[in-house]
T-cell receptor, first 114, second 113 residues
């Protein structure tokens, strides 16, 4: 089955600096890649997604890059704020019928310090 | 207001006891999920449900079963809980349509002692 790997597992960044989270997947049938943010003690919240027919998506301070050939994604967060401190999850899902299985990476703990 | 509600939020059970985790959603989503979250492992899929009485095993179904008798409710049952089932359990739901957002509940922290 699909496997999703994220690196790094954790990072600490100075407020205002940028963050880069890498994600790789194994199943070439995966076509949709949503990312989620989980603040301490809270539910996962959708933050950005990309489909396999795209190479780049940007929303406010988030930029998501996708390389279908290498099965690799990277999430770039600019101008970090204390509220960006959270665990970030990459996920992957394939299309095909009713299959809605979402496979998650292990998560990246981001800590923004002032 | 789109919402996934989990009950209870916190639960402590003794080894061997039965456990019932409840989940409800108000969006009439066909697809619902149960995940568990453990440090360093991310979220692991236990079961997925495509609609009433249409459930499939996820990646780690052993020791769990589910029930979906109404579209709005999806229950996770642990028959004879084990200490290694101590975890945070998340319920989620999505519309049947492909590539739509998954909505998560706030989670249930289960401790089996």
């Amino acid at each position: 089955g699909e496997q999703v790997e994220q690196l790094p597992s954790s990072l600490i960044v100075q407020e205002g600096a940028s963050v880069l989270i890498n994600c790789s997947y194994t199943d070439s049938a995966s076509v949709y890649f949503p990312w989620y943010k989980q603040e301490p003690g809270k539910r996962l919240q959708f933050i950005i997604d990309i489909r396999s027919n795209m190479e780049r998506k940007q929303t406010q301070r988030l930029t998501l890059l996708f390389d279908k050939k290498t099965k690799h994604l990277s999430l770039h967060i600019t101008a970090t704020q204390p509220g960006d401190s959270a665990i970030y999850f990459c996920s992957a899902t394939n299309t095909g019928g009713l299959s809605g299985k979402l496979t998650f990476g292990e998560g990246t703990q981001v800590t923004v310090i002032s | 207001d789109m919402k996934v509600t989990q009950m209870p939020r916190y639960l402590i059970k003794r080894m061997g006891e039965n456990v019932l985790l409840e989940c409800g959603q108000d969006m009439s989503h066909e697809t619902m999920y149960w995940y568990r979250q453990d440090p360093g492992l991310g979220l692991q899929l236990i079961y997925i449900s495509y609609d009433v009485d249409s459930n499939s095993e996820g990646d780690i179904p052993k020791g769990y079963r589910v029930s979906r008798k109404k579209r709005e409710h999806f229950s996770l049952i642990l028959d004879s809980a084990k200490t290694n089932q101590t975890s945070v359990y998340f319920c989620a739901s999505k519309d049947r349509g492909k590539n739509t957002e998954v909505f998560f509940g706030k989670g249930t922290r289960l401790t089996v002692v």
